[in-house]
């Protein structure tokens, strides 16, 4: 069984940063792609940045200079360093991952971490 566990989140002032950390557990050949959405109440869920096995990186045009994607394949570990953040960065953060298992590739999901950028 594969599991993805987000930490990170919190409360955080307008300008200020956070590191969020997406770590892949389980029985797995090797992990693919690697992505965060975020999605903010009442809003549908978004891509914020993603990135490839070989560390090629897309990011939301909302998001560009701002966040930093990032891992770590020897720790099955994404990150996703935040600064400059803005209110409407709020919202619940969420990692996904095409993890190959020996069967094939399927897409597995965190449960999430909640990010809230106020004053």
């Known amino acids: 069984q594969v599991q993805l566990v987000e930490s990170g989140g919190g409360l955080v002032q307008p300008g200020g940063s956070l590191r969020l950390s997406c770590v892949a557990s389980g029985n797995f050949f090797s992990i693919n792609s690697m992505v965060w959405y975020r999605q903010a109440p009442g809003k549908q869920r978004e891509l914020v940045a993603s990135i490839t096995s070989a560390g090629s990186t897309n990011y939301a045009d909302s998001v560009k200079g701002r966040f930093t994607i990032s891992r770590d394949n020897a720790k099955n570990t994404m990150y996703l360093q935040m600064n400059s953040l803005k209110p409407e960065d709020t919202g619940v953060y969420y990692c996904?991952?095409?993890?190959?298992?020996?069967?094939?590739?399927?897409?597995?999901w965190g449960q999430g971490t909640q990010v809230t950028v106020s004053s």
């Open positions: 996904k991952a095409l993890i190959n298992l020996r069967t094939g590739l399927n897409n597995y």
